[in-house]
């Protein structure tokens, strides 16, 4: 078994980081696509919850360690996910459901070997790591990009992934079919409400 005061502070260093990050993310709220938003969501309550959930797990037993993980994983895929509305809350509920208990599962499993908790402790750490950089990386690249707004719905897409329609000489760019169609319906009212 983990040592339980090793568990705890190994958590609230993981919950510490991803405060941080998300924190940190904050500034690129402006440019989140609701897509964008739930893999934000997904990726803080999955990796969040099974991190804690296996730490808590390797230090405890299944009822606690699916406890605090699910709690945990909930919580900060629900915060950090709400960027990406309530797509986004949702999807990260749902990661951080899953994430809490497969890392209290995982935890529970391994006690009967330190070897073993703690070569997984370092690898889960590492990937819980890499999940955030890669996040951050994401999102500061989808936020280079530069984005525009659906006229229609005021939804932000990616140009480069998105429908268009020139009208006098200008691209405007959509999330659907239905919305370039209703633009194209009454295009001078679109392009008059957003001057």
């Known amino acids: 078994m983990l040592n339980s005061t090793i568990a705890i502070v190994a958590s609230l260093v993981a919950m510490l980081i991803s405060i941080g990050v998300g924190v940190y993310l904050r500034r690129y709220k402006d440019s989140v696509t609701e897509m964008l938003g739930m893999m934000i969501g997904m990726t803080f309550g999955m990796m969040t919850g099974i991190l804690v959930g296996y730490l808590v ?20 895929g629900v915060v950090f996910g709400r960027v990406g509305g ?24 391994l006690q009967f070997d330190g070897t073993y908790i703690a070569i997984t ?49 200008v691209v405007y760019y959509f999330c659907a079919d239905s919305c370039r169609d209703a633009f194209a319906q009454n295009p001078d009212q679109y392009v008059k409400s957003a001057a």
């Open 121 to 169: 402790t370092v690898f889960m750490y590492a990937l819980y790591l890499v999940s955030m950089g890669a996040l951050v990386r994401l999102v500061q690249q989808s936020a280079a990009r530069g984005m525009a707004i659906d006229l229609v719905c005021k939804m932000q897409v990616n140009p480069q992934q998105s429908i268009s329609m020139k009208y006098q000489n």
């Open 57 to 76: 797990g390797a230090a405890s037993d299944m009822f606690i360690s699916n406890l605090i993980g699910v709690m945990v994983g909930l919580v900060f």
């Open 86 to 109: 309530l797509m986004g809350m949702m999807d990260g509920g749902m990661g951080g459901m899953m994430g809490g208990m497969m890392g209290g599962m995982l935890g529970v499993m």
